[in-house]
C-alpha cells in the first residue's frame, strides 16, 4: 500500500511562488511515473505535470514555463514549483503516483489560492 503525503499549499499573491511536496511511502518509488493534478470548484480534475521514471517530463500548456515538476528517489519526494502565480492556478492540487501495470495512487490535496 501506497501513501501520499502532500504539503507547501497555502495562500499567494498574483505573481508570486509555492513549492509543493509529496512525500510517499513504500519501496518502489524510484519506478513510479509521478504527477500533480488540480481541481478547481465546479471543474474537472485535470494533469498539471507529470514526471516519468526516467525522468521525462510534460506539462499541461497554461503551466508550461512557470512550474517546474521534478523528483528526488532518494527522498520519496515529488516537488511542484510554481512560479508567477496567477488566480486561475487557484485549486486543490493532488500528488499522483503510478506503479508500472498498477492503479494509481493519490494523496489527500493541498489547497492553492491565489489572490489577484
Known amino acids: 500500500q501506497v501513501q501520499l503525503m502532500e504539503s507547501g499549499g497555502g495562500l499567494v499573491q498574483a505573481g508570486g511562488s509555492l513549492r509543493l511536496s509529496c512525500a510517499a511511502s513504500?519501496?518502489?518509488?524510484?519506478?513510479?511515473?509521478l504527477g500533480w493534478y488540480r481541481q478547481a470548484p465546479g471543474k474537472q480534475r485535470e494533469l498539471v505535470a507529470a514526471?516519468?521514471?526516467?525522468?521525462?517530463?510534460n506539462y499541461a500548456d497554461s503551466v508550461v514555463g512557470r512550474f517546474t515538476i521534478s523528483r528526488d528517489n532518494a527522498k520519496n519526494t515529488v516537488y511542484l514549483q510554481m512560479n508567477s502565480l496567477k488566480p486561475e492556478d487557484t485549486a486543490v492540487y493532488y500528488c499522483?503516483?503510478?506503479?508500472?501495470?498498477?492503479?494509481?495512487?493519490w494523496g489527500q490535496g493541498t489547497q492553492v489560492t491565489v489572490s489577484s
Open positions: 513504500g519501496n518502489f518509488f524510484s519506478i513510479a511515473a
Open positions: 514526471i516519468t521514471s526516467s525522468g521525462y517530463t
Open positions: 499522483n503516483l503510478r506503479l508500472p501495470g498498477g492503479s494509481p495512487y
